[in-house]
């Protein structure tokens, strides 16, 4: 693997200005019309399903999801995003009216209930289109009032609809050797490539892109500070890259996608402005790759069918998810 310092003396150099440069050139409002609201995911077709359904052989499945508990890896960085904290509303409770119990013969069905609050972007999700704006901008032109106090109105969870595809793992580590990149790490379009060298497939068209980076382990760990501080994760020189291969959602194994501290000085997450607001790419974060990417070495298939449709929250800025790679 390259030098961090040397890697990152790469894209130090880069400014406001480049930024506004890539904001225009990775740009896809109106390319799918301008109601658009699931952009790229626009690229998975009917054509591109059967081909991913055809990956499958034995029929493994390996879920990608971290668990749903209260022990999750939110630290209170983000305000208001909490782990899952559940509740028991029923405990054996019977069926029915209670004055109905007495007119009963034979047993008495009882059940249980609980209730959960939560962030919704606070274990495995995706980040709907309506997670991100600036400059007053949304994807696709949506006024930024279309986000309220209540909810989005437009971009939210509840328009992502199917995510089914072909998921193609990249494993940045493995194809540089090493077990974990280093917190900081900025990714370059040529990590990506030879990932895919390792992995020996090419991203193209409605591909979802699972970028493993190793991160995982420290929350596997319990190093939950290690895991939200400074993360590996896509530069802004991977922008073009995504949007050039059409690809069609892409997910890491950290809490900020995007590598951080990020690249330019007073320029928070420019990888979530470009990709969510210019380019209408879902970003995923949390997944658990680390299983996968062992199978994936194991028998040599880094292309699968992967399931990863959201919970449908209408107006959510983002919804939890249970991936599943088939294969």
């Not at 972007?121 to 007053?136: E, G, I, K, N, R």
Request: charged share 20%; proline share 7%.
């Amino acid at each position: 693997m390259p030098d961090l310092h040397t890697a990152r003396l790469t894209v130090t150099g880069l400014t406001t200005a480049d930024f506004a440069e890539f904001a225009r050139a990775v740009n896809n409002w109106g390319r799918w019309g301008a109601d658009d609201q699931r952009g790229t995911l626009n690229f998975i077709t009917e054509e591109s399903v059967r081909a991913a359904a055809a990956l499958v052989r034995d029929g493994k499945r390996l879920p990608l999801a971290i668990p749903l508990s209260a022990d999750g890896p939110q630290l209170g960085f983000v305000p208001g995003r909490t782990n899952p904290e559940r509740t028991m509303i029923a405990v054996h409770e019977p069926m029915g009216p209670p004055g109905d119990q007495a007119d009963r013969v034979g047993p008495v069905v009882r059940f249980n209930d609980d209730a959960v609050t939560m962030g919704l972007q606070a274990a495995t999700h995706w980040d709907a289109l309506a997670h991100v704006s600036y400059d007053d901008r949304m994807y696709n032109g949506v006024p930024p009032d279309a986000v309220d106090a209540i909810g989005a109105s437009r971009l939210g969870a509840g328009t992502i609809g199917p995510v089914v595809g072909r998921g193609v793992l990249l494993d940045l580590p493995a194809a540089a050797g090493v077990e974990r990149l280093d917190g900081g790490y900025p990714l370059t379009p040529a990590d990506l490539e030879r990932a895919e060298q390792h992995a020996g497939v090419r991203v193209g068209s409605g591909d979802i892109v699972l970028l493993r980076t190793g991160q995982m382990q420290l929350l596997h760990a319990g190093d939950k500070v290690g895991y939200c501080i400074s993360t590996a994760g896509p530069s802004l020189q991977t922008v073009r890259w995504f949007h050039d291969r059409e690809v069609a959602a892409v997910a890491t194994d950290n809490l900020s996608f995007e590598v951080f501290p990020g690249e330019v000085d007073g320029l928070l997450l420019p990888v979530h402005m470009l990709h969510i607001v210019e380019m209408g790419l879902l970003q995923g974060q949390n997944f658990d790759l680390e299983a996968l990417a062992a199978d994936c070495a194991d028998d040599g298939r880094y292309a699968f069918l992967l399931s990863a449709t959201p919970e449908p929250f209408v107006g959510g800025a983002g919804a939890p998810v249970v991936p599943v790679a088939i294969k």
